[in-house]
């Protein structure tokens, strides 16, 4: 029985190019910033959003971490959506090692923050308040079911947060599936951001990494906090040769996961019982169960059945289509999950 991960997009594995790509790269001391892979890497991520330089990270939750500390003072307060990634899995680590305030402003269905509760959440200048910093947008939107920020909405954020002489952060861990669903460069969606994250490791299936573009005064701040939280990866140039595959070869056929997306949400609203998002607009793909069967059993016996899930707590479910993930693969899934809601009903 083939196991179906849809856990995560995470889950993905390098492809045959990726491994070769690693195993011939030419490599050097990343700290020293001669590693020639990592260098290239860098060059090539900073021109694909149009700023000035880039850093190279372990990981999403690294890059948040570094963005935040390097555009940020202890005892600022940051500006964040209540379902943010940022907010929700990096085990608090801007407030824990940057001393800032987090303050979170409910999140639409659709990811945004809306512009009137982002004025309402900006401090103004007051003895008593933190002083508002730093906004923190997220695109595509994790917890908001893959949701997309498109550009007018981003230059509207921005706009008011550089008002206020707040900066401004997108965690696009999942940016190119915003572009891909959006149908335009990933570039235009950052445009107005002084940084921007994004993950190599998920749907673009690299091993490891993510990169922080922004201005080059920013990039030295990063690079600095990346070697403070112990970043320096020495001879990276191995995990950066995936990353330049990914990159070249891996944006475009996204829309292939958002095709199977809507496939298993399509399958899923004919399940008697299933509640299943309104809209898939990426890779994302969010429903309930039936109150008469228990989340805990039923992630147990599809576990058991060869189809892995993400729970969200209660009987609340998360799946994620990837390269991993073929069409053929997503209808097995829904005859399994069928069958399995059958024997527990």
């Given at each position: 029985?083939k196991v179906i991960?849809l ?6 594995h ?6 070769r790509a690693?195993?011939?790269?030419e490599l050097?001391?990343?700290v020293?910033g ?15 959003m ?15 971490l ?14 964040v959506g209540?379902?943010a990634h ?9 407030s ?10 409910p999140?639409?269905t659709d990811?945004?923050?809306t ?16 002083p508002?910093?730093?906004l923190?947008l ?8 893959g ?22 952060h ?6 190119f599936n ?16 002084d940084?921007?994250s994004?993950?190599l490791s ?19 701040r ?13 001879q990276?140039?191995v ?5 330049l ?7 475009d ?19 008697v ?14 429903f309930?169960l ?17 189809v892995?899930?993400s ?16 069409s ?5 899934a ?7 809601l059958?024997?527990l009903?």
């Amino acid at each position: 029985m083939k196991v179906i991960d849809l856990r995560s997009d995470t889950v993905t594995h390098p492809t045959d190019e990726m491994r070769r790509a690693m195993a011939e790269a030419e490599l050097g001391d990343d700290v020293y910033g001669e590693d020639p892979t990592v260098n290239a890497l860098e060059k090539m991520a900073a021109e694909m959003m149009r700023k000035e330089a880039a850093v190279f990270t372990v990981s999403g939750t690294m890059s948040n971490l570094i963005s935040v500390l390097a555009q940020t003072g202890r005892g600022d307060e940051i500006i964040v959506g209540s379902e943010a990634h940022l907010f929700c899995y990096e085990v608090g680590g801007a407030s824990a090692l940057g001393g800032v305030m987090v303050h979170t402003v409910p999140n639409t269905t659709d990811g945004r923050i809306t512009i009137e509760d982002l004025e309402k959440a900006i401090r103004t200048k007051n003895i008593h308040n933190p002083p508002s910093a730093l906004l923190c947008l997220e695109n595509t939107h994790n917890r908001c079911g893959g949701a997309v920020l498109d550009a007018d909405y981003i230059s509207a954020a921005a706009g008011l947060a550089h008002r206020y002489s707040l900066r401004v952060h997108i965690d696009g861990a999942r940016i190119f599936n915003a572009a891909v669903a959006l149908k335009m460069p990933a570039s235009e969606l950052v445009k107005d951001a002084d940084s921007v994250s994004f993950c190599l490791s998920k749907g673009l299936s690299a091993p490891v990494g993510s990169l922080v573009c922004g201005n080059h005064e920013f990039i030295d701040r990063a690079r600095k906090y990346r070697k403070m939280v112990g970043g320096g990866m020495r001879q990276a140039g191995v995990l950066a040769a995936a990353g330049l595959v990914a990159l070249r070869t891996m944006i475009d056929r996204l829309s292939e996961d958002h095709e199977n997306a809507r496939r298993l949400a399509d399958g899923l609203r004919q399940i008697v019982g299933l509640i299943v998002a309104e809209t898939v607009p990426t890779n994302i793909v969010l429903f309930s169960l039936p109150p008469t069967v228990s989340g805990d059993v039923f992630v147990k016996e599809m576990s058991n059945r060869g189809v892995k899930l993400s729970p969200r707590g209660g009987r609340q479910f998360r799946a994620v289509t990837h390269r991993m993930v073929t069409s053929d693969d997503i209808d097995e899934a829904l005859s399994r999950i069928d069958a399995c809601l059958g024997s527990l009903r």
